[in-house]
């Protein structure tokens, strides 16, 4: 598989005063195209920081991060907007939809910055909504919406720019345990079918459990990444159903013919 985010020996540096404190501590890893990525860690351990390293919203003070064969420290401001603007896109934990533009507007906006057309921004943001199951609602403002609904709206947009990456920041911070397994089962079925990759940050083990691979940050470093092996023992449950399926079929036409043959 082809590397998509690679960081190298990275540190973040933060002066407080007289003191020094290291946001990050020295991070290598690796993520690979159409992996889903979770980055966990409680509040303060660097988890947040990271996620706006790769996404290029700050500057390392050390470390290199190179996101699809590109050097984002390399890059100037102008640089990492355009870098930006053509590669990622983002959900947030708040949503971040403007209040006076329904469903489809909010969706197509990012596509406004691009220069298309009204009719070709509403046409994308209009198979959007149709991929997360919002095309009835979208007329509806935010307002008019629940949570779970707004955050799909979330997703439909950092979708409609066709991103390589897509950047999640606590997805669902804001909605309850229902929604926030419908919405991550959503995310996880969406950013697979189109093939993306997602890297998420989150407080929470049980949200992580969605991805395919797991970062565990404390203190600024990396301390262990597992691959997750729920989904593996689901994937292979799934396997021995359908072949068991598959054996009773069998077994179902041998018995038949047996039949068959005692018949005659």
Do not use: W
């Given at each position: ?6 960081v190298k ?44 390293m ?45 209040g ?73 911070g ?91």
């Amino acid at each position: 598989m082809k590397k998509i985010i690679e960081v190298k020996n990275l540190y973040k540096l933060y002066r407080v005063g007289d003191s020094i404190v290291r946001a990050l501590n020295g991070v290598d890893f690796a993520i690979y195209e159409g992996e889903f990525c979770a980055i966990v860690g409680t509040s303060g351990s660097g988890k947040s920081t990271l996620l706006n390293m790769l996404a290029g919203l700050e500057k390392p003070t050390k470390g290199e991060v190179i996101i699809d064969g590109v050097h984002m420290e390399a890059l100037n401001e102008e640089g990492l907007v355009r870098f930006r603007r053509e590669n990622v896109g983002f959900i947030f934990q708040s949503f971040h939809l403007l209040g006076t533009m329904n469903a489809l507007e909010n969706v197509a906006l990012p596509l406004s910055f691009r220069g298309e057309s009204r009719a070709s921004r509403l046409k994308k943001a209009d198979q959007m909504l149709d991929l997360v199951k919002l095309k009835k609602h979208k007329k509806h403002l935010p307002s008019q919406m629940s949570g779970g609904q707004q955050q799909r709206v979330g997703v439909a947009r950092a979708l409609v720019v066709d991103p390589k990456i897509i950047f999640a920041d606590e997805p669902t911070g804001n909605l309850d345990s229902h929604t926030s397994e419908e919405v991550m089962e959503l995310m996880r079925q969406v950013v697979k079918k189109q093939g993306k990759t997602l890297v998420m940050v989150t407080h929470d083990d049980h949200l992580a459990a969605y991805a395919d691979r797991i970062f565990h940050i404390i203190d600024g470093k990396i301390v262990k990444v597992e691959v997750n092996a729920a989904k593996e023992v689901k994937k292979e449950s799934g396997t021995k159903k359908e072949q068991s399926k598959e054996t009773k079929k069998e077994q179902s036409k041998e018995i038949k013919k047996d039949r068959e043959g005692e018949e005659e």
